[in-house]
């Protein structure tokens, strides 16, 4: 059976038995919506990769979660805006002060 032949299950299923070529398959096929809700959310390019990796970092590590029962699609887009909201959260707990923000006083 080709790939692209594959439900979303079925892919999630073989990605789990260790498919890494699906796995790879899915990060291209998903890079293009994760990045957009990432991009949305950031304001430096350096934090949107890093947040873009942590969202495949979370899909993965979360991939034995996945039903079925919505498209691929929108439960890693559920994951990514989680993954940024927390990012927030933490940044307005955390504030980053950069010293180009300081006076010279």
């Known amino acids: 059976m080709d790939s692209s032949e594959l439900t979303d299950r079925e892919r999630v299923a073989r990605i789990l038995e260790g498919d890494t070529a699906l796995g790879d398959d899915l990060v291209q096929r ?3 919506v994760v990045s957009r809700i990432v991009r949305g959310r950031v304001t ?3 934090e949107e990769r ?3 990796q ?3 970092l ?3 590590a979360s ?3 996945y039903s079925g029962t919505v498209p691929l699609e929108h439960w890693v887009s559920r994951v ?3 993954v940024c909201l927390h990012q927030f959260r933490h940044e307005n707990r955390r504030p980053e002060v950069r010293r180009a923000d300081l006076s010279e006083e």
């Open 30 to 32: 998903l890079q293009p």
């Open 80 to 82: 990514a805006v989680n």
């Open 54 to 56: 942590t969202v495949f």
């Open 58 to 60: 979370n899909v993965f």
């Open 44 to 46: 430096r390019q350096a």
């Open 63 to 65: 991939l034995d979660q």
């Open 50 to 52: 890093d947040l873009t």
